[in-house]
């Protein structure tokens, strides 16, 4: 992640913290869903098309098999959460952790070997997201029980935390002592965290995930697949991405609407939601990561 799309998002950030003050608790959780639904949404609707782009080196497969096969891991992902829906979780927080991670850290050269480096990508992310949980632990154990349908213990959430915290300070130390580059970006990366757990704080859980997903992830994420796809970046490279996205972006879009009326209860709506967000993210990641390594190798 460029210094630039930082400096964006902080104010980015911070403007949203000034503009919910304005807002009710309603309007804070529907302009934190319109984010989501956005360009939390887009920066993950070409995968079909980024997948076209990554198996080129080896042929080009039909279209209508890459899209079966997204759709099957994406249904797959689905009935694991229908039938195991605590392990699902697990692999959703863990997949999750990873990709913010390797988004985050991807433009950075660490200098270490690979295993520390994925890692450390897996422990940052996961320490956001723990941050996030344990900031607003009431709000996300009412979203976890309407997902596994049982009694979620709020200590799990706190031995979480902390035990990913004593994992990135050991893991950043280590960082810091071996890597000349780290050691002078750490602090700045650390004043990020603490921007993090004031947005996290201040904020409900939807906003604050919102805020945190779109001007931290998701526009940073869908520069790189822009970049990628086309060659480089400009005003029409990003209108060609977008006019691709466009149909799979409604139908998620439809989709989830759908879901909404099916299902008023927001408890029961934010469980489903993320859910689905659950079941996309997964194969995406696996992509990104496939996107990076690819750019790496050229």
């Keep these: 992640m460029s210094y630039k799309f930082k400096n964006i998002s902080i104010v980015s950030s911070f403007v949203c913290l000034w503009l919910a003050s ?10 934190g869903f319109l984010l989501i639904l ?14 076209d782009k990554l198996s080129k080196s080896k042929g080009k497969l039909p279209y209508l098999l890459m899209l079966s096969v997204y759709i099957s891991v994406v249904l797959l992902v689905l009935f694991v959460f229908y039938w195991a829906p605590l392990f699902a979780l697990t692999i959703f927080v863990s ?12 433009h950075e050269s660490l200098k270490s070997t690979d295993l520390i480096t994925y890692t450390f990508y897996f422990i940052y992310g ?53 890597d000349v580059d780290f050691r002078r970006r750490i602090w700045q990366e650390l004043l990020y965290l603490l921007v993090f757990a004031v947005i996290f704080k201040v904020s409900s859980l939807i906003w604050g995930f919102a805020i945190y997903f779109i001007f931290w992830h998701s526009l940073p994420s ?6 990628f796809m086309y060659n480089g970046f400009d005003n029409y490279k990003m209108l060609a991405y977008f006019k691709k996205a466009l149909p799979y972006w409604l139908i998620s879009i439809l989709g989830l609407i759908g879901i909404y009326f099916m299902f008023k209860d927001m408890t029961i709506f934010n469980g ?10 997964l194969p995406h990641s696996f992509l990104i990561s496939r996107m990076f390594k690819q750019v790496k190798k050229k």
């Design 95 to 106: 997949g999750s952790a990873y990709h913010f991670g390797e988004q985050h850290w991807e």
């Design 222 to 227: 869908l520069y790189d697949q822009i970049k």
């Design 22 to 31: 304005f807002l009710t608790a309603n309007l804070e959780l529907i302009f």
């Design 126 to 178: 996961l320490f956001v997201i723990a941050l996030l949980l344990i900031l607003n632990t009431s709000q996300v154990i009412a979203i976890v029980e309407s997902i596994i349908k049982d009694q979620f213990p709020v200590v799990a959430i706190d031995y979480l935390f902390y035990t990913v915290s004593i994992s990135f300070v050991i893991l950043t130390t280590y960082l810091a002592i071996i």
């Design 38 to 51: 956005s360009f939390g949404m887009l920066h993950g609707a070409n995968d079909i098309i980024l997948f």
């Design 272 to 281: 489903l939601f993320f859910s689905f967000l659950a079941a996309v993210t």
